[in-house]
């Protein structure tokens, strides 16, 4: 997707989520986003946790099944992380029912208290949702720069 495109559709989605009635970061129910790639000859998984709280953990795991090694973290503001669930809100995340996979997996899961919603496609899908990529080229790009930068 071109650059502009995405450019238009991040202030498009602040706009609306500055307007919206969804919750803020201070009264928004204890939330987690996790965001996750891997697979292929590795089987290596990795990606980055958000909380509502602000805090931001970059994560690796051997296997689907394996615990998660801690590789870095970080704690913002939950404004600061905001964003990120006003977005998933914005595109009804929870009503998205699209799971697939292939050899490198993609991977999104949004916990509002005690339910999870996830959405995965392989590498080589292209009927994945747009802005299901988006997001996660977004979140992955900044979850690097917070936990490597802190």
Same mark, same amino acid.
């Given at each position: 997707?071109?650059?502009?495109? *995405?450019?238009?559709?991040? %202030?498009?989605?602040? /706009?609306? +989520?500055?307007? =919206? #009635?969804?919750? @803020?970061?201070? &009264? *928004?129910?204890?939330?987690? %986003?996790?965001?996750? /790639?891997? +697979?292929?000859? =590795? #089987?290596?998984? @990795?990606?980055? &946790?958000?909380?509502?709280?602000?805090?931001?953990?970059?994560?690796?795991?051997?296997?689907?099944?394996s615990p998660d090694t801690v590789l870095g973290s970080a704690t913002l503001s939950a404004d600061s992380?905001?964003?990120?669930?006003?977005?998933?809100?914005?595109?009804?995340?929870?009503?998205?029912?699209?799971?697939?996979?292939?050899?490198?997996?993609?991977?999104?899961?949004?916990?509002?208290?005690?339910?999870?919603?996830?959405?995965?496609?392989?590498?080589?899908?292209?009927?994945?949702?747009?802005?299901?990529?988006?997001?996660?080229?977004?979140?992955?790009?900044?979850?690097?720069?917070?936990?490597?930068?802190?």
């Amino acid at each position: 997707m071109p650059t502009i495109v *995405r450019f238009c559709l991040l %202030i498009c989605l602040i /706009a609306a +989520g500055c307007s =919206s #009635g969804h919750h @803020s970061a201070s &009264s *928004r129910e204890a939330s987690t %986003i996790r965001i996750g /790639a891997g +697979g292929g000859f =590795s #089987g290596y998984y @990795s990606g980055y &946790s958000f909380k509502s709280t602000g805090e931001v953990v970059s994560w690796q795991r051997r296997s689907l099944t394996s615990p998660d090694t801690v590789l870095g973290s970080a704690t913002l503001s939950a404004d600061s992380v905001d964003f990120f669930f006003r977005y998933l809100d914005e595109v009804n995340f929870s009503a998205l029912d699209y799971l697939s996979s292939g050899n490198m997996n993609y991977s999104i899961e949004y916990t509002i208290g005690e339910k999870t919603h996830r959405v995965s496609w392989g590498d080589s899908d292209p009927s994945a949702p747009e802005e299901i990529k988006v997001f996660y080229t977004l979140a992955a790009g900044a979850g690097h720069k917070i936990t490597v930068s802190k």
